[in-house]
Every structure is written in C-alpha cells, then in structure tokens.
C-alpha cells in the first residue's frame, strides 16, 4: 500500500483510462475502426467505472467525514457530467468512421481529462487521504470489491 492510497489508487485508475483513450486514437491514425471502436468502447466502460466508484464511495465519504456536502466533490461532479457527452461523441464518431469528429471530440475530451485530472491528483485526493485516513481499510476493501480486485 502507498503511503497515500486514494491518490494513488486513483491516478493508477486514471493512466489505465489513458492508455485505453489512446489506444482508441492509434488505431483510429491507422485507419482501424474496429479496434478503434474497441478501445473507446472500453474506454467508456472505464472512464464510467472510475466515475462512479468516485461518487458512490470517495465522495460521498469525504462529504460525510469533512462534514462539506459540496465543494470539490460537486465540482468534479459536474465536470463528470460534462464529459460524458463528450464521451459519447468520441463513440459516435469512432461508429460512424469520421476522422474528423473523432480528431475533435478526441481533442476535446483530452484537454477536459488533463485538466480534470490535475485537479483530482494535486487536490482533491490528497485531501482524502487526510480526511480520510480512519476509513482508509474500510474504503479501499470497498473499492477492490467493487473492482474485483
């Protein structure tokens, strides 16, 4: 275990979401659709996993221990709920074939990523590691039962 488990638990999550998001766009330069479609396919499936294991178990946990029901955690809710779409146009032109708006949508959500994820790893997750230091055992079985790890 590192000596800060939620950001480290999570940026590991986070790189693993990356290399599947860029897989997406190799094949995509190579003009391999299918595996192009594979990839943001799971992508998606991986970037949505992330997200709710953060709202379902590290937020609502830092809200209840920090005794602030927004905050940070609202703001990373909200930016969830701002890339989905983005998400979901990076699949759709990935099934439509359309470099184009795959350049775009790609670009896009990896700006939104990079910024968001900053944002996660340099404050929000330290600040569970501190907050959450008691529950540290408790959330992290939570965590690998969820993912089956």
């Known amino acids: 275990m590192t000596a800060e ?13 990356d290399q599947l ?6 094949a995509m330069l190579r ?17 949505e996993r992330h997200f709710r294991l953060e709202e379902t178990i590290l937020f609502p946990a830092y809200e209840s ?11 990373m809710r909200g930016e969830h709920a701002q890339m989905r779409p983005l ?14 708006a795959f350049r775009d949508a ?5 700006l939104f990523m990079q910024q968001h994820n ?4 340099t404050v929000l997750y330290p600040l569970c590691d501190r907050v959450l230091a008691g529950q540290r055992a ?12």
């Open 65 to 75: 221990a920090s005794g602030a029901p927004g905050g940070p955690t609202e703001v």
């Open 138 to 149: 408790r959330l992290l079985e939570a965590l690998a039962r969820e993912t089956g790890t």
């Open 106 to 110: 790609f670009e896009t959500l990896l």
């Open 31 to 47: 003009g391999d659709w299918n595996r192009c479609r594979q990839a943001v396919r799971r992508f998606g499936e991986a970037l």
């Open 21 to 26: 998001f860029a897989e997406g766009e190799a």
């Open 87 to 100: 998400i979901a146009a990076l699949a759709g032109a990935a099934a439509e074939a359309d470099p184009r």
């Open 118 to 121: 900053l944002k996660e790893e």
């Open 5 to 17: 488990p939620f950001t480290g638990w999570f940026s590991t999550d986070h790189r693993a979401c």
